[in-house]
């Protein structure tokens, strides 16, 4: 048995359990992830995040050549003990579990760089929380491919968007709070042509009206393939406000507030030199810690 120091903490109600690293000695099994994600038997988690210097990782050490500054590797699993490219929700939480544990500095206005399995991602400190750029999105297979996406709740499949910010996700338009209320997303949406990697599925409904302040307005429930139902997902937030703007067309705004059980996020369109980049802002909260043997 092994005895570890952990972090319970969350953004948006989507949880995580945290573990500090540094020097990169602990090899968990998919079975040990499961088992602490585990909300019977475990701590309870959507994920597991694990903060090791990205000389020890090997992935890490690759996105350090990159860009040297990114000192901390973020170790993503998913609940049942999977790998994960990137979190939305989870680098700000990670972000915050450094800063408080002493392990890194960010000062008002600076930004500090992460890295994670689809690159090295900069945070910055809010008011209220993070704000984390994604980096450059596309569309899956250039056009958004050709899914059509059949869930418990929907009288027949709809047709889905596929987007991948880093991680792949589809989206599907729903027409009402009634429909994506009606949903029944313990089981795994099914996915025709299925994913090789598998989807993070997001089911989406305009607001009434769509754009108020010149800011655009959906509401969310998500999927997360590894994870079933969760209360938020932030790269899934970014791609559902992508997925809206793209449908809505010329004139569409490039800021959007995406609406999840568990709070609101914040979605930005950002230029960039190597193409636009997205923002996703939100709170970051810790909250407790503990000593568990795996």
Same mark, same amino acid.
């Given at each position: 048995?092994?005895?570890?120091?952990?972090?319970?903490?969350?953004?948006?109600?989507?949880?995580?359990?945290?573990?500090?690293?540094?020097?990169?000695?602990?090899?968990?099994?998919?079975?040990?992830?499961?088992?602490?994600?585990?909300?019977?038997?475990? $701590?309870?988690?959507?994920?597991?995040?694990?903060?090791?210097?990205?000389?020890?990782?090997?992935?890490?050490? !690759?996105?350090?050549?990159?860009?040297?500054?990114?000192?901390?590797?973020?170790?993503?699993?998913?609940?049942?003990?999977?790998?994960?490219?990137?979190?939305?929700?989870?680098?700000?939480?990670?972000?915050?579990?450094? %800063?408080?544990?002493?392990?890194?500095?960010?000062?008002?206005?600076? !930004?500090?760089?992460?890295?994670?399995?689809?690159?090295?991602?900069?945070?910055?400190?809010?008011?209220?929380?993070?704000? @984390?750029?994604?980096?450059?999105?596309? %569309?899956?297979?250039?056009?958004?491919?050709?899914?059509?996406?059949?869930?418990?709740?929907?009288?027949?499949?709809?047709?889905?968007?596929?987007?991948?910010?880093?991680?792949?996700?589809?989206?599907?338009?729903? @027409?009402?709070?009634?429909?994506?209320?009606?949903?029944?997303?313990?089981?795994?949406?099914? %996915?025709?042509?299925?994913?090789?990697?598998?989807?993070? $599925?997001?089911?989406?409904?305009?607001?009434?009206?769509?754009?108020?302040?010149?800011?655009?307005?959906?509401?969310?429930? $998500?999927?997360?393939?590894?994870?079933?139902? !969760?209360?938020?997902?932030?790269?899934?937030a970014v791609a559902a406000a992508l997925a809206t703007r793209h449908w809505a067309g010329r004139g569409a705004p490039h800021e959007w507030r995406v609406s999840v059980p568990g709070g609101v996020l914040g979605v930005?369109?950002?230029?960039?030199?190597?193409?636009?980049?997205?923002?996703?802002s939100g709170p970051a909260e810790l909250v407790y810690t503990g000593e568990i043997e795996i």
């Amino acid at each position: 048995m092994t005895r570890i120091a952990f972090t319970k903490g969350h953004g948006t109600g989507n949880d995580f359990v945290l573990i500090a690293d540094p020097d990169g000695a602990l090899d968990l099994t998919p079975q040990q992830v499961a088992a602490l994600c585990d909300r019977r038997t475990g $701590v309870g988690a959507d994920g597991l995040l694990r903060a090791v210097r990205s000389q020890h990782e090997p992935e890490g050490a !690759t996105a350090l050549a990159d860009d040297p500054g990114a000192e901390w590797f973020m170790d993503y699993r998913n609940a049942d003990g999977t790998i994960a490219e990137m979190c939305g929700n989870g680098i700000r939480v990670f972000v915050r579990f450094l %800063l408080d544990a002493g392990l890194a500095e960010l000062p008002g206005g600076g !930004t500090l760089p992460i890295a994670t399995r689809s690159g090295v991602h900069d945070v910055q400190r809010l008011t209220a929380g993070f704000s @984390a750029d994604l980096g450059r999105w596309r %569309l899956a297979d250039g056009d958004g491919g050709d899914v059509l996406v059949g869930a418990r709740g929907l009288d027949v499949d709809r047709p889905g968007l596929g987007i991948d910010v880093g991680n792949p996700h589809v989206v599907v338009a729903l @027409a009402s709070d009634d429909e994506l209320d009606g949903l029944e997303l313990a089981h795994p949406p099914a %996915l025709d042509p299925a994913p090789a990697q598998g989807a993070n $599925v997001e089911f989406v409904v305009p607001a009434d009206p769509l754009v108020a302040d010149g800011v655009g307005r959906i509401r969310m429930r $998500v999927h997360e393939r590894g994870s079933g139902e !969760t209360r938020s997902c932030g790269t899934g937030a970014v791609a559902a406000a992508l997925a809206t703007r793209h449908w809505a067309g010329r004139g569409a705004p490039h800021e959007w507030r995406v609406s999840v059980p568990g709070g609101v996020l914040g979605v930005r369109m950002l230029p960039a030199e190597d193409g636009e980049h997205v923002a996703l802002s939100g709170p970051a909260e810790l909250v407790y810690t503990g000593e568990i043997e795996i």
